[in-house]
Every structure is written in C-alpha cells, then in structure tokens.
C-alpha cells in the first residue's frame, strides 16, 4: 500500500484539496498521514480524509522519511515560509526525503518557478492526482 504525507501549514486549505482529492480518487487502497505545521492544518487534512494526521517541527521531521511520497505546495521545501511556521528542520527533512515529492508551485513565497505556467490550483491538484495515478501504475 503507497504511503503518501500531504504536508501543509497555516489553514491547511491545499493539504486538505489534497487529502480529499486522494481520498475520492484512491480510497482506502492508500494511506494517508496528514502532517501540519500546526493543528489547524492537521485537523483541516484529517477532516478531509487523511487515515493519520501529527502537527508541528517533530511530526514532520520523523515521519516524512517514512512515507513513500510527499505531497504539498513547494513552500514546504523552503526554510521560513509560510509566515515563518515551515521551519529550516521541517524544509531539511521534506527535501532530504528519500520520498517521491510532488509539489504544487505557488509563488506565495516569493520564489517564481521557470517555465511554470499558471493554473487555477484545482487543475494543478488534477495534475497531482494524475501524476500519483502513473506513479501506482508503474509500482
């Protein structure tokens, strides 16, 4: 069974289009472990779906080394973002992962990707969905 983290932080609203859009699309074939910068988002992502949810700096530091992917905005790779709440530890453990990361590029961080085109974020959780799809395919 594919173990999938979605890691979001403030109000969790991303993390919790995720969870539910993974949950409609897979259900219970997946495992989900919703991890928040705090609880607000924790409680947002177990609302949606996720089988698990933990919050804060530890939670994600020992638990994103023990899923199969990770799922998110960008931001959760970024020491400092949003407002402060994803700390250096938090980004360090997202992007040393041995996890698959499949990340949503919002530029609320200031950071513009290259290349990126702009779409609404429901069509980019679409593309999320789809890319999951492949990666079970090829399991």
Same mark, same amino acid.
């Given at each position: 069974m594919l173990k999938i983290a979605s890691i979001d932080g403030q109000g969790g609203g991303i993390g919790s289009l995720i969870v539910k859009r993974l949950r409609e699309e897979f259900r219970d074939s997946i495992?989900?472990?919703?991890l928040g910068?705090? !609880?607000?988002a924790t409680a947002a992502m177990m609302k949606a779906g996720a089988d698990r949810g933990a919050s804060g700096e530890n939670a994600i530091i020992r638990n994103a080394g023990k899923v199969d992917l990770?799922?998110?905005p960008i931001s959760i790779m970024l020491p400092n973002a949003m407002? #402060?709440?994803?700390? !250096? #530890?938090?980004a360090e453990a997202v992007s040393s992962s041995p996890a698959r990361k499949l990340l949503i590029p919002l530029n609320q961080e200031q950071v513009d990707i290259i290349g990126f085109r702009r779409e609404p974020l429901p069509h980019l959780i679409d593309e999320l969905i789809q890319n999951i799809k492949e990666i079970i395919k090829n399991v």
């Open positions: 495992e989900i472990t919703a910068t705090n !609880a607000a990770i799922a998110g407002l #402060g709440e994803l700390t !250096a #530890g938090m």
